[in-house]
């Protein structure tokens, strides 16, 4: 499967403090999951996505080199939701700007989410900056998810 382009609104989307997910098959096929500490879709159209190997060590072991992804990102407010699938290109421990970076992501998504009534500690739980790790993944389809009559539609066919 090729690689699809990103348009420029979802490039910002996808770089905006939105909810992220990243799935991939674990340890004998068994679906492992993380939480997105940020993204960002590069020039070349793959999305570099920040990811806890802390907390979410099952998924990270599993984000090998031609691993098949399924991410979403979700606006908390107003549930605009997009799918993105692709294939793993690499990963990387987070530099020091990327860490920078992490930080500056999850206060903001912490801020909007206590802004809709969650409280702290509920977010906190789910969302650990520690040990970050950048993955690189090539995007191949993208999806429409926000619920209504065009989700699950491939994102082209809406244009």
Request: a neutral charge; proline letters at 8%.
């Amino acid at each position: 499967m090729d690689a699809v382009l990103i348009p420029k609104d979802l490039r910002d989307f996808i770089a905006s403090p939105v909810l992220m997910l990243v799935s991939v098959a674990g340890a004998g096929g068994a679906l492992a999951i993380a939480r997105g500490l940020g993204a960002e879709v590069g020039p070349d159209g793959e999305i570099d996505m920040f990811v806890s190997r802390a907390q979410w060590p099952d998924a990270v072991a599993a984000l090998t080199p031609g691993a098949k992804v399924a991410t979403t990102f979700v606006q908390p407010a107003t549930y605009e939701t997009y799918q993105v699938k692709g294939v793993v290109r690499w990963t990387a421990p987070a530099s020091a700007a990327d860490r920078l970076g992490v930080k500056a992501y999850a206060d903001a998504v912490l801020a909007i989410l206590c802004g809709l009534g969650l409280r702290r500690h509920q977010i906190l739980a789910f969302l650990s900056a520690d040990d970050p790790i950048r993955l690189r993944f090539a995007p191949q389809a993208v999806f429409l998810q926000t619920p209504g009559p065009g989700a699950g539609q491939p994102l082209e066919s809406l244009a």
